[in-house]
């Protein structure tokens, strides 16, 4: 069994930057895939990056070059950093693991594993 504890959320004003972690425990994820998604109010839920077993990153449109997607191996944690954050941002923030393939994937239901969610808050 895997579990998944995010932090780091918060709330922030538009233009500032948050760092989000992941700290995963039950299994070691180092060949696996991790991804970050969120959900926004009366939303669905949608991928926003990811990195894979080989460090590889990939990252939806709307973040790129303003959300950096990271793993530190030795800590088992992946991180989401990101900065100039705006109101459209809002969402709580999930990570989640897949544990049957290294590859970064964007579907919510190639992920076994999902942390708790932490929110986060941008205000205008």
């Known amino acids: 069994q895997v579990q998944l504890v995010e932090s780091g959320g918060g709330l922030v004003q538009a233009g500032g930057s948050l760092r989000l972690s992941c700290a995963a425990s039950g299994r070691t994820l180092s060949s696996y895939s991790m991804g970050w998604f969120r959900q926004a109010p009366g939303k669905g839920r949608e991928f926003v990056a990811g990195?894979?077993?080989?460090?590889?990153?990939y990252y939806v449109d709307s973040v790129k070059g303003r959300f950096t997607v990271s793993r530190d191996n030795a800590k088992n944690t992946v991180y989401l950093n990101m900065n100039s954050l705006k109101p459209e941002d809002t969402a709580v923030y999930f990570c989640?693991?897949?544990?049957?393939?290294?590859?970064?994937?964007?579907?919510?239901?190639?992920?076994?594993?999902w942390g708790q969610g932490t929110q986060v808050t941008v205000s205008s």
């Open positions: 989640a693991a897949r544990v049957y393939g290294s590859a970064v994937v964007t579907g919510v239901n190639e992920y076994a594993y």
């Open positions: 990195v894979s077993g080989t460090a590889g990153t």
